[in-house]
């Protein structure tokens, strides 16, 4: 079993880099930690929200290239990972060091769940020295966990905590909630028709930090696509909104821990209060019967 030490990024690509850094900046809150390339030939750009080096990277290319990056503890971990790939005959590409440093690690892999979701697991990812200073003060203290989607959420999650060391804390309906360490989840899998990540997470400090947002937001036109609200399943309060080229960003806090090993996962049937305790409808596809 390949074990998960930790999410650290999100990459993807935009045909718009200036819009979708001006909406990372003004309207999500977070901060440039570092440009790459140039306009003629392709831009990457790496954003902050805690002490990483970055947690979110916007590069020019195709809209529906999506890939989450998870740490593992060290070298040796990763090429025990290539080995339990290759036991279950599962495709994996090593990074260049050209391609280790754009992702600013040490060493990584890639390879696809079943459902085709891009996934780097990677080694000493590097951490910044100044402190996140946010564009905005959206209260945000860090990127917590993806939503992904599933042709298949039995297989997937089969994958998910039998190759990789994900263990299910709560189903809503078919799809599961994955924590890799405490936290209620860092993945949740979502059914759908297609690969791709789903929606993308940050913790804020409390409650007032997503009401002001809630706010914030409607004033600058965003469209919010489900609450203010929260959640039975993790306890968190939440809010969810469009970001570029459709994706799916969302704040919440309080989020609850599992520290019962022998904890059993929940089933929830799916249905809008299994999503939202307070009567928030959500405004997302997946999230819908």
């Known amino acids: 079993m390949i074990h998960l030490h930790d999410i650290r990024y999100i990459r993807l690509g935009t045909r ?30 790496y954003f902050r929200s805690d002490s990483r080096d ?10 529906a290239d999506h890939t989450a990056g998870f740490s593992v503890a060290s ?27 754009a992702r600013r690690v040490e060493a990584y892999i890639n390879f696809r769940d079943p459902t085709g979701n891009a996934i780097d697991l990677c080694v000493w990812p590097y951490h910044a020295g ?4 946010p564009t905005r003060d959206a209260g945000i203290t860090g990127f ?11 297989r997937d999650e089969r994958f998910w905590t039998t190759i990789l060391s994900a263990k299910v804390s709560d189903r ?28 993308i997470n940050h913790q804020v400090a ?31 309060r939440f809010l969810y909104f469009e970001g570029p080229e459709g994706m799916v960003y969302e704040y919440s806090c309080g989020v609850r821990n599992v520290t019962d090993p022998d904890e059993l996962p929940r089933q929830f049937p799916f249905t809008p209060e299994s999503f939202c305790m307070w009567g928030a409808k959500p405004d997302i596809p997946e999230f819908k019967t």
Not at 54 to 63: C, E, I, Q
Not at 130 to 133: T, V
Not at 179 to 199: C, M, N, W
């Open 144 to 154: 917590s966990h993806i939503g992904l989607r599933t042709t298949d959420a039995k």
């Open 16 to 45: 718009d880099i200036e819009g979708a850094t001006r909406y990372a900046t003004t309207i999500l809150g977070l901060q440039v930690g570092a440009t790459t390339g140039n306009p003629k030939n392709g831009q990457a750009v």
């Open 54 to 63: 970055h947690t979110l990277v916007y590069f020019d290319g195709d809209p």
């Open 206 to 236: 409390e409650v007032d930090d997503i009401m002001r947002s809630w706010y914030f937001l409607k004033e600058k036109g965003v469209r919010i696509v489900f609450g203010p609200g929260r959640h039975p399943t993790s306890g968190a």
């Open 75 to 101: 070298v040796a971990e990763l090429e025990a990972a290539c080995a339990n790939l290759e036991a279950e005959s599962i495709p994996y590409t090593r990074g260049s060091a050209e391609q280790a440093a």
């Open 130 to 133: 100044p402190r996140y200073f």
């Open 172 to 199: 809503i309906g078919p799809a599961p909630l994955l924590r890799i360490d405490e936290v209620h989840h860092k993945i949740a899998l979502f059914p759908s028709t297609y690969a791709g990540v789903q929606h």
